[in-house]
């Protein structure tokens, strides 16, 4: 065997092989040194050589397990979500999320921003931050919080309750706003399921499928009921609709608006729609202009007519309202009034004991031939027979008093007449 006496050699040769795979060697220890001018033995220059072998069949399996290490990484990195957006995805199986009953959270500058919770099925998602956190009953599912106090900018309410947005049944839904809450406080998340709240502040949807729009105050505890905006509203009643200020809508299919100018305004039975309106109400049709209640009036309507603050329904009768004006000669309306059968009724629709006066419709119209058709008398045609009648009549009665005053003086001459013969 050739001798190596040169100890550099040796170690430019384990350099050489090293560099040669491409990384960095495993510390290698050699038996044996040899000194210039000592002879090396075949045995140590053998071990020499093991040693080295040994280490480079080391640095052989360890490349190999770096291979297959990198080979798995470029696999796994093609199927990553990644930064400027992933290609050849499918809905159906890739996702961003949990494979256990872990939640997620999305946070931005470390705040949390989006919480998605896993529940037994339909999952809670919470938006906004943990300073002003909201509040869902344990066992709730498929309830979505928005924004509002959930993004934490009020710290007082950290352990105050009432001043978080809070989701005690399945299904609610609380999009905004600040305090409110959705569902029922009780011992079941079900009983008031499909709960909302739009907006506002300290704001209850409690009924099953209830709902309140903004608004601050107001409770929609009824099922399917609504508290619409204003304040201190309350629909109690099952499909009940509370709107405005301090309406009350206590009984079933109520709607009640109120203008807040009394402490509380309530509906008194079901199926009733209640205004409470100190400006009046006002009716239009085609109106573009600002709706007006003229003084005096409590129901305004763009046709003229209203009915008054004191009770009295009022005719639109201004002259500039009208045209086509013809003279009536009031002997002949009276004439046909002196044929209209005039009877005392009751209508179908109200108990027989509440009796009417006056002519049907048919027998009016057959007469006159007013209003929109026959089965209608509008009160100021009916006026307005009337009072030609009368006219008619005063004629009637003047003509008899011209008569009369004739009669009176032709008898006062004949009684002057006989007086003198009986003088004579
Ligand atoms: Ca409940």
């Known amino acids: 065997m050739k001798t190596i006496r040169n100890k550099h050699l040796w170690s430019s040769l384990l350099v050489g092989l090293v560099v040669a795979g491409g990384v960095m060697?495993?510390?290698?220890?050699?038996?044996?040194?040899?000194?210039?001018?000592?002879?090396a033995r075949a045995s140590e220059v053998n071990a020499n050589f093991n040693a080295v072998k040994s280490s480079v069949d080391d640095n052989h399996g360890r490349l190999s397990t770096v291979e297959t290490s990198v080979a798995t990484l470029q696999t796994a990195n093609g199927q990553?979500?990644?930064?400027?957006?992933?290609?050849g995805t499918s809905m159906a199986t890739d996702y961003i999320g949990t494979a256990d009953n872990q939640g997620l959270e999305l946070r931005v500058n470390t705040s949390r921003a989006v919480q998605i919770l896993p529940t037994a099925s339909a999952p809670n998602v919470v938006v906004g931050g943990s300073e002003c956190p909201a509040s869902l009953t344990a066992g709730v599912k498929g309830v979505f919080v928005g924004g509002g106090n959930a993004i934490g900018t009020y710290a007082d309410c950290v352990g105050v309750?009432?001043?978080?947005?809070?989701?005690?049944?399945?299904?609610?839904?609380?999009?905004?706003?600040y305090g409110n809450a959705a569902g029922s406080n009780d011992a079941t998340v079900t009983n008031a399921e499909y709960a909302s709240v739009l907006g506002g502040t300290f704001n209850e949807a409690r009924g099953r499928a209830a709902a309140v729009i903004g608004g601050e105050g107001n409770v929609a505890s009824g099922s399917h009921s609504a508290a619409m905006a204003g304040s201190y509203n309350q629909a109690g009643g099952i499909s009940a609709i509370a709107m405005g200020v301090r309406a009350n809508a206590a009984h079933n299919n109520s709607l009640v608006w109120s203008d807040g100018s009394v402490t509380t305004f309530a509906s008194g039975a079901i199926n009733q729609f209640a205004i409470n309106a100190a400006g009046g109400v006002y009716f239009g049709r085609g109106v573009t202009a600002v709706a007006t209640v003229p003084s005096g009036a409590f129901i305004a309507t763009s046709t003229g007519a209203t009915l008054s603050t004191g009770g009295a329904w009022t005719n639109a009768s201004d002259v500039a309202l009208k045209k086509n004006l013809a003279p009536v000669k009031g002997q002949e309306v009276l004439e046909a009034v002196k044929s209209l059968p005039v009877y005392t009724w009751n209508y179908k629709s109200e108990g027989d004991g509440v009796r009417h006066i006056g002519p049907t419709a048919q027998?009016?119209?057959?007469?006159?031939?007013?209003g929109q058709d026959d089965k209608h008398i509008a009160t100021v045609d009916a006026d307005g027979v009337a009072l030609a009648a009368i006219k008619g009549l005063a004629q009637v009665v003047e003509e008899q008093r011209a008569v009369i005053e004739a009669q009176r003086k032709q008898l006062a001459g004949l009684e002057a007449r006989l007086s003198a013969i009986e003088k004579h």
Not at 25 to 33: D, G, I, R
Not at 80 to 87: A, E, P, Q, S, V
Not at 161 to 175: F, G, K, P, T, W
């Open 161 to 177: 309750a009432a001043e978080r947005h809070r989701a005690y049944d399945n299904n609610v839904a609380l999009v905004g706003g």
């Open 25 to 39: 060697a495993s510390n290698v220890t050699l038996p044996h040194a040899f000194q210039p001018n000592s002879p």
């Open 80 to 87: 990553n979500w990644k930064r400027g957006g992933n290609t």
């Open 363 to 370: 027998d009016f119209a057959a007469r006159f031939s007013l």
